[in-house]
């Protein structure tokens, strides 16, 4: 489904119709520092704005537990999650569906700092207007001492 980041990243995918599994091991990433484990699920947001419980997209770095729109606004998107102890930043990037990055301005999406005593987080982002009334991807990254996103199929 996201087979455009697959060259560029280490992936373990849990790519599985209509079931996600509720434990995927992680990826251990290698030596280059670029390269990311991501983890690649088969969601598809479609009614986010009014809150939706992302019961199975657990990681061993963190887990993405909901999605929403901020006080009502369709106009940003909120994931809510929980970390596993692990000093680390949480932050969100846009994508159409061809694999190519839209661009954020400065100060439009959010990063949440975690470690061993501030686990529950929250990043939000500003639906750029490119992707308003579309289909896109989400891609919610822990950067710390290891590395690891999702991405996630997203209606705007």
């Known amino acids: ?37 991501v983890q690649e699920f088969d969601a598809f947001l479609q009614d986010w704005r009014k809150g939706q419980t992302l019961a199975n997209l657990r990681h061993p770095l963190f887990d993405l537990t909901g999605v929403s729109a901020v006080s009502g606004m369709m106009e940003i998107i909120r994931f809510s999650g929980e970390a596993h102890g692990q000093a680390g930043e949480i932050t969100l990037s ?24 501030r686990r529950e987080f929250h990043v939000t982002g500003a639906i750029p207007r490119v992707l308003r009334g579309r289909t896109g991807v989400v891609q919610v990254t822990f950067t710390g001492e290891k590395r690891a996103s999702y991405l996630l199929k997203v209606q705007f």
Do not use: C, N, Q
């Open 94 to 117: 846009f994508y159409t569906l061809e694999g190519d990055k839209v661009f954020s301005p400065p100060g439009s999406v959010s990063l949440a700092r975690v470690d061993e005593k």
């Open 1 to 37: 489904m996201f087979s455009i980041w697959l060259p560029l990243v280490m992936t373990s995918s849990a790519l599985v119709f209509g079931a996600i599994p509720s434990h995927v091991p992680a990826t251990t990433t290698s030596s280059v520092a670029w390269m990311v484990a």
